[in-house]
Structure formats: C-alpha cells, structure tokens
C-alpha cells in the first residue's frame, strides 16, 4: 500500500499562537494532529507532547520490539492498533503527571486523532473532537465520533442546524489527554481502497468548513494534497478562523 501525505496548520484569524500540532511519520505510515487547550501557552505543550511521544512510541517499538507497553493489549484489536492505542495512553500519562507536578501546566490537556496503516489496513485512534474523515468514489464519511458535550446532547436531543450551531456549550469536550489519569482511546480499523483520502482535523477545521465544502475542495484538488490542505484551512479562515486549523491528507495509491 502506497501513500502520499500532506499536512499544515495555520493559527486561524482571532488567536494569538497555535496550539495545533501534527506530524506525519512516513517511515511508520504514521499520522497525527492534536489540539491542546490550557492557557499560558499550556495546550502548546500538551498537543506537541503528543505527536512527539506517538513518533518517539513507534519508533522505538519498531527498533526494539520487547519495549514495554503502558498497558496490556486488547485482543479484539490487531497488533498496530494496540500499538497506537499504547501510544496514546502513553502521552495521556506524560502529560497528566507533568500537570500534576507542575503548577504551571495545571489543567493543561489535548485531543488526538491518529491514524496507522499497515498490511493493507488502516487503524484510526482518537480521544476528543478532532476528526478523521474519509474521501472515497466522491462521497465524504466521518469516521470518528466527537467527545464533546455537543455530541452527547445531540444523542438524546434533536436539534436543527441553526440549533447546533447556537448550542452555548459546543466547545466543551468530556474527554481530552490529560485531565485524568487514565484515558478511554476510540480505536477503529478498516481496508483502505486505492483512491481513499483521509483527513485529519483540528475542530478549527471542522467547526468552520461544512462537510459539504469538505468534499468539494478535496474533489476539486484532483489529488494535489498540498492545494486540497491550504484551500481547508483558507475557507476556514475565510468562514471566521476562530481557532487555531490544522489538516492532515493522506491519499491511498496504487
């Protein structure tokens, strides 16, 4: 299976500094973006936390394959999803201990949405509301599914567009790297087809760019992940940029 990546970020119209952070890992297909929160330049730390210790996971493991593990494996999961998944956990712990050791990172948290692919498959691990989508014969699917307090409302409540779009307490996750000592990683895997683009957001993306202007710039880009990337995070600038925005595409070929 062979892929073509991009990624980029941009620190959106109203913030004063970017708390987004991704990294794309060729050599381990391994790709991730992560959205920090905190104050103080808090959540910087936090999300870049995260990618570091994801890529620092992963290679470690794949040069030494009796490294320890943070936790013991799921066995409904294959072994590259209890990879990511460990990773993950692992970060979640490094930043939860370094916020309760120092007071000047106290409350400092960060979503993550990761993905890894491998033998023909592809495992996606996230916790809170950044996003994967995927881009497959036209037709754009979100693969993820937020931990916010939106999300559970819309469970029990059915509400408009306009409703949603009002709802007072959008922004409020209810799980997030760091806030407790142990962490609940959604972890789903599939077969990728040749063709399939994945994208990973910040919510500063998917808060601001409709699913709709979602496919439509991807379609558009006719395969150019650079232009497809820079063009998200322009109308999501262009539609308010109230957060930081961050997007990583990655395209399946033959």
Same mark, same amino acid.
């Given at each position: ?19 987004? =952070?991704? $990294?794309?890992?060729?050599?381990? *297909?391994? @790709?991730?973006? %992560?959205?920090?929160?905190?104050? #103080? ?44 998944? =460990?990773? $993950?956990?692992?970060?979640?712990? *490094?930043? @939860?201990?370094? %916020?309760?050791?120092?007071?000047? #990172? ?149």
């Amino acid at each position: 299976m062979k892929l073509r990546y991009a990624g980029s970020t941009h620190v959106g119209m109203r913030r004063s500094h970017n708390e987004d =952070a991704f $990294i794309l890992v060729p050599k381990e *297909k391994l @790709y991730v973006v %992560a959205d920090g929160m905190g104050g #103080h330049a808090c959540g910087e730390v936090a999300s870049r936390m995260t990618v570091e210790t994801l890529e620092e996971f992963f290679r470690a493991t794949s040069d030494d394959p009796e490294t320890t593990w943070i936790c013991k494996p799921d066995p409904q999961l294959s072994e590259q999803a209890n990879r990511l998944r =460990a990773a $993950i956990m692992l970060a979640n712990n *490094k930043i @939860y201990e370094r %916020a309760q050791r120092d007071p000047a #990172h106290r409350g400092m948290g960060t979503t993550v949405v990761s993905a890894v692919f491998y033998d023909g498959n592809v495992s996606v691990a996230h916790v809170g509301d950044s996003r994967v989508y995927r881009w497959r014969g036209g037709e754009l699917t979100q693969m993820t599914e937020d931990h916010s307090l939106l999300n559970d409302y819309k469970k029990i409540a059915s509400l408009t567009a306009e409703e949603e779009r009002n709802f007072q307490h959008k922004n409020i996750i209810v799980r997030a790297l760091g806030m407790k000592a142990d962490v609940v990683v959604d972890v789903l895997s599939e077969t990728p087809q040749i063709g399939d683009i994945y994208l990973l957001c910040s919510d500063g993306l998917s808060g601001e760019v409709t699913d709709q202007e979602i496919a439509s710039i991807i379609s558009d880009s006719r395969g150019d992940l650079e232009l497809a990337c820079a063009q998200l995070i322009e109308t999501a600038c262009n539609n308010g940029g109230k957060d930081n925005v961050t997007a990583v595409i990655v395209m399946v070929t033959e």
